[in-house]
Every structure is written in structure tokens, then in C-alpha cells.
């Protein structure tokens, strides 16, 4: 019954390859979002889908792209991995908000990528 | 610009006792200020949010009260248990940025000593 998965859960890699997270989520939730945390544990958005359309891209890097096949996924596609990029990448999903409402985001259980 | 500040950063309380954490944010208009409970290798979890419509929300040992003239907002846990240790993040959807993506605190790590 898990509601937000992610795969792998850990992923260590070498700096300059390419790797791939997946995102699943079975809430029926229109939208999709990526985080990052980084070692202070500060956790700031990077991508948000709404129904397969990407409505944020904050300032990250060109080598990172979000990928939606259907509304369910959201999976985040990672080239020439950088010493930087170590993190736990989170994704999440909530219903989309109307009329200036917001809902609840649920979380995934976060994926922890070392580059070395 | 966008900016939500969160103290203290770490918290340590004797169990039975309460905890507040407190955070700021910059924009006025915002509308939409949720807590988050994160455990060792788990995703953040929504534990109680409120609405700019309202100051004080209420669930059982957790409240969380809004002041929207001093743009602050409170997590109050009451008689606090061993299992309340967890870092924990507030957040607002600040409107000023044009992308209504949730802004985090930085985290207060909560211990509770039994």
C-alpha cells in the first residue's frame, strides 16, 4: 500500500555517469515534485508536474532532467554526475491546489546518491 | 527575497515536557503554512498545517498558531515522548516568487530525553 515510492533507495556512482531515479506514486495525485536535501538537511524544490506538464524548473543544471511518462511518474534522469550532486533526492506528490488552496504534500522515502 | 527562517536548530527537551519551534517568513501574501515530521531515513510527513484564514490549529499534543501581521508561525508539541525525536520543517508557499512551490525551513532537530 505504499503511497510515494522511489528506486533505488541508495545509488553510489562514479563522477561523469549517467543514472536514473524513478518516482511512483498510486494516490491518484495529479501532481509530482523533486527535492533535494543536502548534508545540513536543507530541503528545497527542484521540479514540479502538473499532469505530465512541468510547471517549476528551478535554477538547477541542464544535466538534470525530469521525465513523466504518465501522471504517475515522475522519474529524474541525472548526466555527468558532479561530486556536488551527492544528496537524498526526494519526490513527492498532492493533489493539485485550486483557487489559491493548497494540499498536503506526500513524500517518497528519498533516494541517497553518492558521487565519488 | 524568498526566505523561510526556522529556530532553534537543534531542540532537546526532557520527556513530559513541551516544545516550540519557531519560524518567519518574508512574503504577506502568503497563505499556506504546513510542519513536516522527517525520522532517520524517512521522507518528511505532514503533521499539521494551517491556512492564513485561521491563528490557531489544534490535533491533539501538536498545535500550531499563525501570527500573519509579524509573519510568524509556531509548532507547539505538548507532554513530548521519546518517539516526537525527529527533525522538523516548517514551510510556506511564498506568492512572491511567481512559482508557488513550498519554500522549507532549515529543520530543528527535536531530542526528547526519556
Known amino acids: 500500500d505504499t503511497a510515494v515510492s522511489q528506486t533505488p533507495k541508495y545509488l553510489v556512482t562514479q563522477m561523469g555517469n549517467d543514472k536514473s531515479i524513478k518516482c511512483e506514486q498510486n494516490l491518484g495525485h495529479d501532481t509530482m515534485y523533486w527535492y533535494k536535501q543536502d548534508s545540513k538537511k536543507f530541503l528545497k524544490i527542484m521540479f514540479s508536474y502538473n499532469n505530465k506538464e512541468l510547471i517549476i524548473n528551478e535554477t538547477v543544471p541542464n544535466r538534470f532532467s525530469p521525465k513523466s511518462p504518465d501522471k504517475a511518474h515522475l522519474n529524474l534522469h541525472i548526466n555527468s554526475l558532479e561530486l556536488g550532486d551527492s544528496a537524498v533526492y526526494f519526490c513527492a506528490s498532492s493533489l493539485p491546489g485550486t483557487s489559491g488552496l493548497y494540499n498536503e504534500q506526500f513524500f517518497g522515502p528519498g533516494t541517497r546518491l553518492t558521487v565519488l | 527575497g524568498e526566505n523561510v527562517e526556522q529556530h532553534p536548530s537543534t531542540l532537546s527537551v526532557q520527556e513530559g515536557d513541551s516544545a516550540v519551534i519557531k519560524c518567519t517568513y518574508s512574503d504577506s501574501a502568503s497563505n499556506y503554512f504546513p510542519w513536516y515530521k522527517q525520522e532517520l531515513g524517512k521522507g518528511p510527513q505532514l503533521i499539521i498545517d494551517i491556512r492564513s484564514n485561521v491563528g490557531e490549529k489544534k490535533d491533539q499534543r501538536i498545535a500550531v498558531t499563525l501570527n500573519k501581521t509579524a509573519k510568524h508561525f509556531s509548532l507547539h508539541i505538548t507532554e513530548t515522548q521519546p518517539e516526537d525525536s525527529a527533525v522538523y520543517f516548517c514551510?510556506?508557499?511564498?506568492?512572491?516568487?511567481?512559482?508557488?512551490?513550498?519554500?522549507f525551513g532549515s529543520g530543528t532537530r527535536l531530542q526528547v530525553q526519556p
Open positions: 514551510a510556506a508557499i511564498l506568492m512572491d516568487t511567481g512559482r508557488r512551490a513550498l519554500t
